[in-house]
């Protein structure tokens, strides 16, 4: 299969009351995905708190979620760790679930180093019939993955994509340059038209779980020639875009959420409620843009 075009959702992990996974929740969050045009489901990522579930839940919300969407977009698994046995695990069986694709997260903590890195990926590769998405977020794993690694990988035949959450434009023009054949992703909501103007095919999107139909015509706009209207929608979302981010991703969008009605539950500790400024920052920027449910 080849690589989805357009704004893929990095889906959350809606929660009871009593902190375990709500899959009568996530049901309806699909379906209100799927209803607003988003172009991919990403399940068990960054923003669905996996680094919180256990494996088994990791496992039980991907299989979900691929059952639930019924093949009508694709469903890319998060499946990356900082232990490459289990991201390789979690591959294998992800795809053996039925997944179009797994993303998976440089590994964390632990810094592997060159040769750990490329052997990771490679692993995860070799164990997947599908297309690999490499997924780079410095911020969170404390590794910026060097251009070397970046076209190492790029010359193995399933690994097609990166979604580049660097924040540094001249990085990712960069990997561009040095990678040709991976299919670029923008991992930043702020900069999903510059990205694009790189040749990037699309966003995988925190705020598409508020906004999935709006970041979709942002996308197809400008893949259609409609730069300007891509451009003005960027503009336009950019203080709801800040405001998503005002605390560390999950915590800022289920607050968002949960105002708006979609009752998502609260994040797994160590991500605590946010402070009553920024949650009143929020509810006052969800009702300038006159989101609703």
Same mark, same amino acid.
């Given at each position: ?93 992800s795809y053996e679930y039925g997944a ?41 794993t404390g590794v910026k993955?060097? +251009? =070397? *690694? ?14 580049? /959450?660097? !924040?540094? %434009? @001249? ?10 054949? +991976? =299919? *670029? ?14 040749? /990037?095919? !699309?966003? %995988? @999107? ?88």
């Open positions: 299969m080849s690589l989805f075009e357009g704004s893929g959702v990095a889906l959350i992990t809606p929660f009871t009351k009593d902190n375990q996974v709500n899959y009568k929740k996530l049901e309806e969050l699909i379906e209100f995905q799927i209803a607003n045009k988003t172009d991919a489901v990403i399940a068990a990522g960054t923003t669905a708190e996996s680094s919180t579930l256990s494996a088994e839940e990791r496992l039980k919300v991907i299989k979900f979620c691929i059952e639930a969407v019924k093949k009508r977009i694709p469903v890319i698994a998060g499946t990356g760790t900082n232990n490459t046995a289990e991201a390789v695990e979690f591959s294998r069986k179009d694709m797994v993303m998976a997260v440089t590994p964390y903590y632990n810094k592997g180093n060159e040769s750990g890195i490329i052997d990771y990926y490679t692993k995860i590769a070799d164990n997947v019939k599908c297309p690999v998405i490499i997924y780079s977020v410095p911020s969170r993955l060097s +251009l =070397n *690694i970046i076209k190492a990988l790029s010359e193995i035949s399933n690994i097609q994509g990166i979604k580049e /959450a660097s !924040g540094d %434009i @001249s990085y990712a023009a960069d990997i561009v340059n040095t990678a040709p054949k +991976l =299919n *670029i992703y923008s991992g930043n909501d702020d900069m999903i038209t510059p990205m694009m103007a790189l040749g /990037a095919k !699309g966003v %995988i @999107s925190v705020t598409s779980n508020i906004i999935p139909k709006e970041n979709h015509d942002m996308v197809m706009n400008f893949i259609s020639g409609n730069v300007n209207e891509a451009v003005k929608l960027q503009i336009k979302y950019i203080d709801l875009i800040r405001a998503m981010f005002i605390e560390t991703n999950p915590a800022p969008i289920k607050e968002a959420m949960n105002i708006m009605g979609f009752d998502v539950g609260e994040c797994r500790s160590p991500l605590g409620p946010l402070s009553s400024k920024n949650r009143e920052h929020i509810k006052n920027i969800i009702n300038k843009y006159g989101l609703k449910k």
